[in-house]
């Protein structure tokens, strides 16, 4: 997956387990699978009962757990986090597990997603005498948590998830047990696991194959597990909603061996190859996909069309890291060297490259440009999803319009930007049916916001909701 290199990033992956007796080393292996989420900082909280510990740092998770920091860890259940820097910037404040120790009891946070009213909700604590440590929007649950007088913690949970409006999968550790909260349209992916008597929840259900551990479900919208000793027992703290599980998960950003909602990526994507198929023709020799993200889908397109599936791209994997950062610049120039033709099989070819979208262009432009450097004599792009017009607001890395080709431009202005010989992208409604979750709740419970447009959740909201006195009055 090109993640680092396109500016189409995932802020985060979660991953927690409790009663198991070695949390630190199945929360370590548990990152490895979800390291494609996030490359800009790692960290593990574990307990033993009595208190918290956390080992994080900047980079990936082999960097982090180093030098024997595992060893460091011992308790019987954990909390880890990965991180890709958006909301709130990079720093090694903000790498979570965010960890808060305090005399009535310590807590531990790890989140993925973007909670929309954040600064509204800080703004008001700010105003009511807290001081926050960090530019987090996570950071606001901790304060909300510790404000509450309710007598016990899964009401203060429950009180405080009610204020928070926009996409939120949280895990929290304390001493006594592990909450695991969705947002109540279930944006982000969430799963829920057993690896021996051991609870497990994890963001993509590739880091219970990698431990061993069954997935039992999914968390549901609007959702609070609580999870301890006794077992693991489900509430709820909000009316769910319809479900608007983000598409771009399922076209892009989850691994292709994860499934959600009992829907394997790998196959969603090939369907989503097959359904262009139907949607458009091309007359070609070859067809190829942009590793790694875009590969199911452009076997998808060969099988539908009986144009054959060629590796006409590799990835280099052992590109340093000085290449993972999110900026413009690097990203630019990492691209050639995360990418090469192969040449033998693109030349003198008609080829088809699929990918699964196209953010700024300028990565595709490359690509294209490097197929034709290697003798290829046409190269169509087609696109896996329909054209990014708008920003994500939900924890994604396109945070303005501005950013997006296909928002300023005509997709014949896009194709002579990129070089192509042409470009297509799947409707809307092609990409749902592809992807085939159930009829029966809004979009088949997609948010296609960046897509269309029309967007899940208030995005601004300005105004204070009724329930928002309880804690912030
Ligand atoms: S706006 Fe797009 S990227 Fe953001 S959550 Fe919705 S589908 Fe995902």
Redesign the pocket.
Known sequence: MLTELRGLNEECGVFGIWGHSNPAAMSYYGLHALQHRGQEGAGIVVTDGKSLRAVKGEGLVNDVFNNGKLEQLEGHSAIAHVRYATAGGSGIENVQPLLFNSTTGSLAIAHNGNIVNATRLKRNLEQQGSIFQTTSDTEVLAHLLKKSRLPSFEERAKQSLRLLEG?FAFIILTEDGMLVAQDPQG?RPLSLGMLDNAWVVASETSAFDLIGAELVRSIEPGELLIINDNGCRSERYMEKRDR?I????YVYFSRPDSDIDGINIHSARKRLGKQLAKEIFIAADVVTGVPDSSISAAIGFSEATGIPYELGLIKNRYVGRTFIQPSQDLRERGVKMKLSPVRQVVKGKRVVMVDDSIVRGTTSKRIVNMLKEAGATEVHVVISSPPLK?P?????D?SSDSELIAANNTIEEMRVLIGADSLSFLSVEGMVKAIGRPEGEKNCG??????TGE??TDIFPDTKLPHEKELVR
């Open positions: 996409a944006m608007a983000c598409t771009m998960e708008n994500c607001f939900y924890g994604i396109i997609h948010c296609l916001a960046c897509f967007y899940p």
